[in-house]
C-alpha cells in the first residue's frame, strides 16, 4: 500500500515537472516573457510600439517571437486596412491566462531587484 503511494507521488511529480517544461518550452527565449508583458500592458500593441517597450530586441528577433507566440496560440495578429498598413498584436483568450503570472512574475522581480541591487 505504501509502494502504491510512492509510486502515484513519483507519477503526479513527473506529470508537473512535463507540465512546467511545456509551459517553459511555449515561453522560452530571451524576449517572449517581455512581449507579452508589453501587450499585457496596453493591451492592443503594434509592432514599433512592443518593440519600444522591449529593450534590445531587434526588428527580426521581434518578429521571429511573435510568430512562435501565434503559433503557441498566445497572440492574435491583426492587418488593419490603414495607408501605410498597421498591424496589431493582442493576447488571445488563452494569452490572457498568463496576465497572472506576468503580474506575479513583475512583483517578484521589484522584490529581487531590491534585494540584489538595493533600488
Known amino acids: 500500500?505504501?509502494?502504491?503511494?510512492?509510486?502515484?507521488f513519483q507519477q503526479e511529480?513527473?506529470?508537473r515537472m512535463r507540465s512546467v517544461q511545456d509551459a517553459m518550452d511555449a515561453l522560452n527565449g530571451k524576449w517572449k516573457i517581455a512581449i507579452?508583458?508589453?501587450i499585457?500592458?496596453?493591451g492592443k500593441r503594434?509592432?514599433?510600439?512592443?518593440?519600444n517597450d522591449v529593450?534590445?530586441?531587434?526588428?527580426?528577433m521581434l518578429s521571429k517571437e511573435l510568430k512562435e507566440l501565434e503559433i503557441n496560440q498566445l497572440v492574435k495578429r491583426t492587418v488593419l486596412a490603414t495607408q501605410p498598413i498597421t498591424v496589431e498584436y493582442e493576447l488571445t483568450e488563452h494569452g490572457n491566462t498568463?496576465?497572472?503570472i506576468i503580474s506575479e512574475l513583475s512583483d517578484w522581480g521589484i522584490v529581487h531587484r531590491k534585494k540584489i541591487v538595493g533600488k
Open 13 to 15: 511529480q513527473k506529470k
Open 40 to 42: 499585457c500592458c496596453y
Open 46 to 51: 503594434r509592432f514599433s510600439d512592443i518593440l
Open 1 to 8: 500500500m505504501t509502494t502504491c503511494k510512492i509510486t502515484e
Open 55 to 60: 529593450e534590445g530586441v531587434s526588428n527580426r
Open 98 to 100: 498568463l496576465q497572472s
Open 36 to 38: 507579452i508583458s508589453s
